[in-house]
Structure formats: structure tokens, C-alpha cells
């Protein structure tokens, strides 16, 4: 079974750059979650999709960053512009239903360091 | 609203010791538990979780984790530690908060394992 893909695995941008992100969930997953890890935390919810939907996305900078999944399959997050504050892992995960037993599959991330 | 405590930011062990890696949450009804680890260029990855019943869980790699309702933990542990577990351990808890599901995980352990 595949997992979680995600491109691209590192970006360096300087501030006030535009970015994105790309994330393929595991095939018929779906919910889709979007997670930002700055180093030396755990991760943090940006936003959560069930198929094309947004479930929730209370923790998303709505200033700066957007989110899509447009046919319910794969994603882009972007940011535009970036901070400094943005320099972050940025991980995708996605599971099959928005349930809170329900196991959530990790892609890579991708780091992103804005100078 | 939930939360997760990972006290411990870094711990040091020699390979073959046992190994205990403490998580307490906060959280007004049963959670959901899970442990992840995450090696350097990998996603995390699932280890064990507990939803209900017994309250020892055996995981992949050798560990478990106990839930403690009493003192609100979920320790992971495990007896012989291994060079190829040095990485970094996140509890995490599933909980619904306003309707909606918001994973919460803690900033991680980081398990640092010499010869």
C-alpha cells in the first residue's frame, strides 16, 4: 500500500516569497489533515478536510496561508507571503474517516526555511 | 480543551536498558491515546494506541504503554532498548472539541540511545 506522498521534501524562500505544498493522501482516505511542526514542538493542526470539505480549520493563519483539496483527492497548502515565523516542517497525514480513534498515516513533510 | 505534556525533552539511555517515556494529557472524558515515533526524513509513525478495555497496550517494536486514568498518563516503555531506536517519541490524544475532532500531540521526546 502506498502511503502518504508529499513534495516538495525541502524549500528555502526568503521572506515575503510565496510557497506550496503538495500532499497525496493514501488511496480511498477520506480525511486529510494539514500539520505544522516547528522545531522543538509537536505538531499542530492547521487544517482538516473530510473529502473536499473543510472540517475544521480554526488554527490556520487565514491571513497568509490557504489550503484546497478540490476533487476530495490530493492537497496544496500555501503560504503567501512567508515569515520568518513560517520555518516549519510541514507534514501531511491522512486516515479514513474524522473519528478520534481513528490511526493517522504520515507523509515525509516537507521543511521549509524562510530566510 | 485537550492538551498533552511530554515533561521529558530529551532522554539518554545505553543500548540495552529499559526505557520509560512519560506523557500525561489533559482531557475531560476517556481519550484516545496513541504514541508515535518519527525518524529523522520520516513521517511519524504509529506505535501503539489505546482506546478502551485493558489498560496495557503492546505495540509494534517491542514497546507498550500503560494508561493511567488515575494520573492521567500514558507512559511508553520499553525493557531492552535498541541503537535503531533513537528518534523522536509524540503522544498524541483524539478528543472531540466543539464538534468537531482536533488531534492534539505533545512536542515530543527525543530518545538519544548509546553503545
Known amino acids: 500500500e502506498a502511503g502518504v506522498a508529499q513534495s516538495p521534501r525541502y524549500k528555502i524562500i526568503e521572506k515575503r516569497q510565496s510557497v506550496a505544498f503538495w500532499c497525496n493522501p493514501i488511496?480511498?482516505?477520506?480525511?486529510l489533515y494539514w500539520y505544522q511542526q516547528i522545531l522543538g514542538q509537536g505538531p499542530k493542526l492547521l487544517i482538516q478536510f473530510q473529502n473536499n470539505g473543510v472540517v475544521d480549520d480554526s488554527q490556520l493563519p487565514k491571513d497568509r496561508f490557504s489550503a484546497e483539496r478540490l476533487k476530495g483527492v490530493d492537497s496544496t497548502l500555501k503560504i503567501q507571503p512567508a515569515k520568518l515565523e513560517d520555518s516549519a516542517v510541514y507534514l501531511c497525514a491522512s486516515s479514513l474517516v474524522p473519528h478520534s480513534y481513528n490511526e493517522q498515516f504520515f507523509g515525509p513533510g516537507t521543511r521549509l526555511t524562510v530566510l | 480543551a485537550q492538551s498533552v505534556t511530554q515533561p521529558d525533552i530529551h532522554i539518554t539511555v545505553s543500548e540495552g536498558a529499559s526505557l520509560e517515556l512519560r506523557c500525561n494529557y489533559s482531557?475531560?472524558?476517556?481519550?484516545?491515546l496513541f504514541w508515535y515515533v518519527q525518524s529523522p526524513g520520516q513521517g511519524l509513525q504509529l506505535l501503539l494506541k489505546y482506546f478502551s478495555g485493558d489498560t496495557l497496550v503492546q505495540g509494534i517494536k517491542g514497546f507498550e504503554a500503560e494508561f493511567k486514568r488515575s494520573q492521567s498518563s500514558f507512559n511508553l516503555r520499553k525493557p531492552s532498548v535498541h541503537w535503531s531506536d533513537a528518534a523522536e517519541y509524540c503522544c498524541?490524544?483524539?478528543?472531540?472539541?466543539?464538534?468537531?475532532?482536533?488531534?492534539?500531540f505533545g512536542r515530543g521526546t527525543s530518545l538519544i540511545v548509546h553503545p
Open positions: 488511496s480511498g482516505h477520506a480525511t
Open positions: 482531557y475531560g472524558a476517556t481519550p484516545y
Open positions: 498524541a490524544v483524539g478528543a472531540s472539541a466543539g464538534g468537531s475532532y482536533i488531534p492534539t
